[in-house]
């Protein structure tokens, strides 16, 4: 593993289903952040954690829930599915030192809610 | 909250120079950044720039920060069709999470 893994790469998810988004990073980051990026609206974020055991709402949480058990993961659950939630998830990490956020982005998530 | 602003669409011609153009919101970022896509991939970060600093040259990038607009651009010299992409600005507002740009969408012909 060599920066950000996000696992699946691509899901078809029928509606109401339960679905948990990996993201895995080996470089010992701090921080490590959920977007959402949809056409004509950029990236938004959702969740993000700035150091293991904390977690913190972005600009678009509802529906969704996150974890930092440890350093390295951050996982993003979506409880029940709906279609607006078809979007492609993005993962990011970063040092999480003070002023610099450079993020390490993985090469996200296709989810499509059908 | 208020909105980092980009237009959405730039086409150029192979060889000419492009600039990206956004606006940003918060005077006390800290440093402000450039991410590029590539179709189908995530976002590597292009370049920043310190928010002491007016200009920073790498290669064929030149961002150019004016802080009294909260204005910031990216200029590619000799802009190459591998250049196609969506640019995003990003500040860091308030130390919490970055805020992106809409991305604007470069289109390189030959």
């Known amino acids: 593993i060599a920066g950000i893994t996000q696992a699946p790469t691509s899901q078809i998810l029928a509606a109401g289903r339960r679905m948990t988004l990996r993201c895995t990073q080996d470089?010992?980051?701090?921080?490590m952040y959920w977007y959402r990026q949809d056409l004509g609206l950029g990236l938004r974020l959702i969740h993000y954690?700035?150091?293991?055991?904390?977690?913190g709402k972005g600009e678009v949480p509802d529906g969704y829930s996150v974890s930092r058990a440890n350093t390295d993961d951050f996982p993003l659950t979506l409880a029940s599915a709906v279609p607006s939630q078809t979007s492609v998830y993005f993962c990011?990490?970063?040092?999480?030192?003070?002023?610099?956020?450079?993020?390490?982005f993985g090469s996200g998530t296709r989810l499509t809610v059908v | 909250g208020e909105d980092v602003e980009q237009s959405l669409f730039l086409s150029v011609r192979e060889g000419d120079s492009s600039v990206i153009n956004c606006t940003y919101t918060?005077?006390?970022?800290?440093?402000l950044y450039w991410y590029k896509q590539e179709p189908g991939a995530g976002l590597q970060l292009l370049t920043y720039?310190?928010?002491?600093?007016d200009m920073k040259q790498d290669q064929r990038l030149t961002v150019l920060l004016n802080k009294k607009d909260k204005h910031l651009s990216l200029r590619i010299a000799d802009t190459q069709t591998g250049d196609s992409a969506i640019y995003f600005c990003?500040?860091?507002?308030?130390?919490?999470?970055?805020?992106f740009g809409k991305g604007t969408t470069l289109s390189v012909s030959s």
């Open positions: 990003a500040e860091n507002q308030a130390g919490t999470a970055l805020i």
């Open positions: 470089m010992r980051h701090n921080a």
């Open positions: 918060d005077s006390s970022s800290t440093y």
């Open positions: 720039i310190f928010s002491n600093m």
């Open positions: 990011a990490s970063s040092p999480g030192d003070r002023g610099w956020s450079g993020y390490t």
């Open positions: 954690s700035n150091t293991a055991g904390t977690t």
